[in-house]
């Protein structure tokens, strides 16, 4: 039997959806019991989130004021020490995850799977390689535990209505105090969050400014999606770099994407290869964006989108 | 510090389209431009930066792989790096023995700070430096986009999903490069014939006393899933249609 751990990612009150979309990935493990691991100053209300995600069977709860702000190497010996006993160590492909289990990995010295996006086997996973071009079949060593992180856009999120035990876990381990949160520099929106949005709009580096990148928030706010943008944008400083879509910002899958003035660079195009519409305008009918796009506009985007958002 | 380590791997050149063989047994390389890492780069650059702002006295680049990828170390060197270190091995060593391999050096150079890239754009792993600090039980700063060094701390910004989060670190410790650190500089001709005098040192991760083991194992290679092919609307009108068609709007 398969026994999982999943470290749960959350911002001291609200649990990250990421955790539900890594449980889904789990219960893809044939004969698996499924418990969840939430670090926390204070974390009993994050922990009864993580109780009612269907298929979880506990909820482990390790409060310590040294956990928030969220660390990776406050964080790690934690895992290692909650994990021993369990044969797979799952955390979220999220920039969180990222940081923390290829750390927990080197402490329980294995290499880690990473952005799994398909179970084959209790240690057989698909992942994507070369930014999304290719996709390999992985086998983690039968002996050992197996440590990955989940890529959550090829996963949907596992359903509710669950009442799991929530047990607070004593974890006796010395902490570092090498690495100090000094702030989070955060631009808040109250726009639909760019991860788990069913909706998103992007724009490029044809918007020219940040001023003239308004007219993407307009057409957004319309649709009552959130807002993306390729690297080109981030790097021009029209909007800033959580924003980014692609191999190095975020890696989303919403029912409806749509691009605007990017051109479709494979980096940016890995970002959006789950989406379920991808729809594109640029004024390039050669544009590699119209290569992957379900339904295109070749126009001019300062013409298109006023046009489209007063259409809709 | 004395000296920062720079990670450099040798990968397929990132405007490549990459191919899975018709055989499924890995991808199209032979004939495939080949560079640095861009991440690599960057890591090396801001070194480099580093170097010229009096915060270090030496920049060595190294590279664990096949012997071309002396090519990448020689690029490195002609950037500005001092000194290069190829840790042969045919096959592309994993994240923990990478990890292993590189303590190995940092306790042999006494090094200061180790900068790598965030990750490899051919393996996607990223991992290495997470590794890396966790086996040295330092600090580690993963997609730095900005970094200060002043003395025996580092403030650094780091990209999350968020935004930008800053920490400071105690040194040594590892950094891992993002894509907004800098901008590498281009290589001039004469820094290449001089990166020809500069040393290299070949060694094997047996001399370094690393052995591979406990590795995941690649067996099937596909290509994604291709999208169907869509449609091109004439105007606006068309798109709003097309969207309609389809319930989304
Ligand atoms: C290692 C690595 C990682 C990367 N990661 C990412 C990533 O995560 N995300 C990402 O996006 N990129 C990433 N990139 C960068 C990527 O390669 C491209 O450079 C970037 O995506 C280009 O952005 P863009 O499409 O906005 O700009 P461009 O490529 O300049 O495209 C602009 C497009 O706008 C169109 N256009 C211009 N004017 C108009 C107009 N008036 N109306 C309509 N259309 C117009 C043009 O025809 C063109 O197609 C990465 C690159 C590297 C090397
Ligand atoms: N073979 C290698 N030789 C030197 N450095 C490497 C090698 N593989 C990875 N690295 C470094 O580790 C970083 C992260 O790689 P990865 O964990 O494979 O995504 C890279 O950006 C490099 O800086």
Redesign the pocket.
Known sequence: MAKILIIAEHDGSTLNPSAAKSVACAADISDAEIDVLVLAADGESVASQAAEIAGVSRVLVANNAANEPALAVVHAPQVVAAASGYSHVFGPSTTWGKDLMPRVAALLSVNQISDIMAVLGSHEFRRPIYAGNAIVTVTAPAESVVVATVRTASYKSAGGGNSAAVESLELDVELPTHTRFVELQSGSSDRPDLQTAARVVSG???LGSAEDFEIIYKLADKLGAGVGA????VDAGYVPNEM??????KIIAPELYVAI?????I??LT?IKDAGTIVA????SE?PIFEVADIGLV????DAVPELEAKL | MKTILVGIKRAVD?NVRVRVKSDGTGVETDGVKMSIN??DEIALEEALRLKEAGRTEEVVVISVGPSEAQQQLRTGLAMGADRAILIESDDAPQPLTLARAFLKLVEKENAGLVLLGKQS?DSDNNQTGQMLAALWGRPQATSASGIEVDGDTARVTREVDAGLEVVDIDLPGVITAD?RLNTPRYVKLPDIMKAKKKPLETMSLADLGVEAGGDIVSSAFAPPEERSKGVIVEDVAGLVGALKEKGLL
């Open positions: 490029g580096r044809a390729s690297r080109a944008a980014q879509v692609g191999q190095t910002g003035g990017i051109s479709g660079a980096q940016h970002g305008i640029n004024k390039d544009a126009a001019d985007l300062f | 990132y861009p991440f754009i894509l």
